[in-house]
C-alpha cells in the first residue's frame, strides 16, 4: 500500500532539501543553520520585533530553549536585543542588517528549491499536493 512508505518519502524529501539548502548557503560563504534558528530570523522578517513570549510561541518552543537559539544568533550577529522601555523584564528581538540580508538570501534559496519541488508538475497538482501535505500536517497539531 502506497500509504506505508509516506513518512518515509516526506523523511527522504526532507533529508534532500536539508541537503540542498546547505549546499545553496555554503556555496554564498553563509553559516547552515538548524531550522529552529531559521524559523526564527523568519518569524522576525514578517514581525519586524517580537518580545521571548511572542517568539517562544511562533516558533512552538519554550523560552528557554528560544533563549538558547536567539543566544547564538545573537552572537552571529544576526539578531538584536532590547529592554522594553516600560518593563524591563521585556526583552524584545529583532533584525540586524546582516539577519536582514542572511533573509534575503535564504527567500531566493528557498524559491529556488520551490521550483524544484515543482518540477513536471501541473499547476493543479501542485494545488492538490499542497493540500494533501497541509491536511497530513495538521494530523500532527
Known amino acids: 500500500m502506497a500509504g506505508s512508505g509516506i513518512s518515509s518519502l516526506i523523511s527522504k524529501i526532507h533529508a534532500s532539501s536539508s541537503s540542498f539548502l546547505k549546499s545553496e548557503l555554503q556555496s554564498r560563504g553563509l553559516p547552515d543553520m538548524v531550522s529552529s534558528h531559521g524559523n526564527i530570523l523568519f518569524q522576525l522578517s514578517q514581525a519586524g520585533t517580537l518580545n521571548m513570549k511572542e517568539l517562544s510561541?511562533?516558533?512552538?518552543?519554550?523560552?528557554?530553549?528560544t533563549t538558547a537559539l536567539v543566544n547564538k544568533l545573537e552572537?552571529?550577529?544576526?539578531v538584536a536585543r532590547a529592554k522594553d522601555s516600560s518593563d524591563s523584564r521585556i526583552t524584545h528581538i529583532s533584525l540586524t542588517e546582516?539577519?536582514?540580508n542572511y533573509n534575503?538570501?535564504?527567500?531566493?534559496?528557498?524559491?529556488?528549491?520551490?521550483?524544484?519541488?515543482?518540477q513536471g508538475l501541473s499547476p493543479a497538482e501542485q494545488e492538490t499536493l499542497f493540500e494533501l501535505l497541509t491536511r497530513i500536517s495538521g494530523n500532527f497539531n
Open 75 to 78: 552572537a552571529a550577529g544576526f
Open 57 to 65: 510561541e511562533r516558533i512552538h518552543r519554550d523560552k528557554s530553549t
Open 104 to 118: 534575503e538570501t535564504l527567500s531566493a534559496i528557498s524559491a529556488t528549491l520551490n521550483e524544484r519541488c515543482a
Open 98 to 100: 546582516t539577519g536582514r
